[in-house]
């Protein structure tokens, strides 16, 4: 028989259960609001720390904690994305969204009882085409309020209602946010499905790029390709986006030249084939790439190390 507090313990292990499983949700939730896994992993330990605040009677009010936390996340986020916004005004150069890796290719630690997991945020957020490098950068085109409404009805399925709450408008409003911001990916094809043999044009361009072959590197750049780069004013790169194939052939070779030694990994970024480049161990470049036609349309090339901390783990590799 139990005792009375471990039978109060056995019946609130279910409530404390469904909260905590949430996390992962919101992670992923947080990370396309925000384009960022810092930013991300603070709105969701703001969303628990308002959680666990609330006294056990005002928890035991709450009809559905998922729906709680999910509402409160939202509003964090969105104050966040005002914030940015104001923040990246300021940002020197031009701002990427932070690159992801793919959970099987990076480093874990261990957990208690021994349990292998990663011990990024990166590993609870799920790759799909609505997390390709496409489909983050148009998101940074749109207000605050469009890209909320949008990822929580088009991508999370939350019907109007319920985003009306969080974004404090009416279903109505909320329904025209999301057709605006919906219009905007449609016109820029952000969400299109991986094109078929990205990885081999991604193969063929590390090794043009290590072979300084400027005339291989043309044939597999669209001649209207552009190159964006993210230093953040911390480290070299070019404050404006490199535009057409000679000049982003030529701009490559230049880098390389500067930095003899550097070592280029095939690595998934952001869900699609990608590149990593490597100096004296140190990953210092994560690019990411979209495709048309078979050639390289957009190169985004995120050098700032503050956006790097997920790739810590594949500096061995």
Not at 13 to 27: F, K, Q, Y
Not at 76 to 90: N, P, T
Not at 94 to 115: F, K, N, Q, Y
Not at 141 to 170: C, K, N, Q
């Amino acid at each position: 028989m139990s005792t009375p507090s471990e039978a109060t313990h056995e019946r609130s292990e279910p409530s404390l259960s469904a909260v905590v499983g949430e996390r992962r949700r919101l992670i992923n939730l947080a990370y396309r609001l925000l384009g960022s896994l810092a930013e991300a992993e603070d709105a969701v330990q703001e969303t628990y720390t308002r959680w666990y605040a609330m006294s056990r009677q005002q928890q035991e009010a709450v009809e559905s904690p998922g729906a709680w936390l999910t509402t409160v996340a939202g509003r964090v986020c969105l104050d966040l994305l005002g914030s940015a916004r104001v923040r990246r005004e300021r940002y020197v150069g031009a701002w990427i969204p932070e690159p992801l890796p793919d959970r099987t290719e990076w480093s874990g630690g261990l957990v208690g009882g021994g349990r292998a997991e990663p011990a990024d945020p990166a590993d609870r957020v799920t790759l799909d085409e609505s997390v390709s490098m496409a489909f983050l950068v148009v998101l940074e085109s749109m207000t605050p309020a469009e890209r909320v409404a949008f990822i929580l009805h088009d991508v999370f399925r939350y019907p109007f209602a319920e985003v009306a709450e969080i974004v404090g408008r009416t279903p109505a409003a909320c329904r025209q946010l999301a057709s605006s911001a919906r219009r905007r990916v449609r016109d820029e094809h952000a969400l299109a499905a991986p094109t078929a043999g990205q990885a081999g044009v991604v193969r063929s361009f590390k090794e043009a790029w290590e072979a300084a072959d400027v005339r291989a590197l043309v044939g597999l750049l669209d001649p209207g390709a552009t190159m964006t780069a993210d230093g953040g004013g911390m480290v070299g790169a070019a404050l404006r986006p490199v535009e057409g194939s000679e000049r982003i052939a030529q701009y490559l070779i230049h880098i390389a030249g500067k930095a003899p030694g550097l070592t280029l990994l095939e690595r998934t970024v952001n869900g699609r084939p990608g590149l990593v480049a490597q100096h004296a161990g140190v990953t210092v470049t994560v690019a990411a790439f979209d495709l048309a036609d078979g050639r390289i349309t957009r190169i985004w090339a995120v050098r700032n190390p503050e956006k790097l901390g997920a790739w810590i783990g594949d500096e061995q590799g």
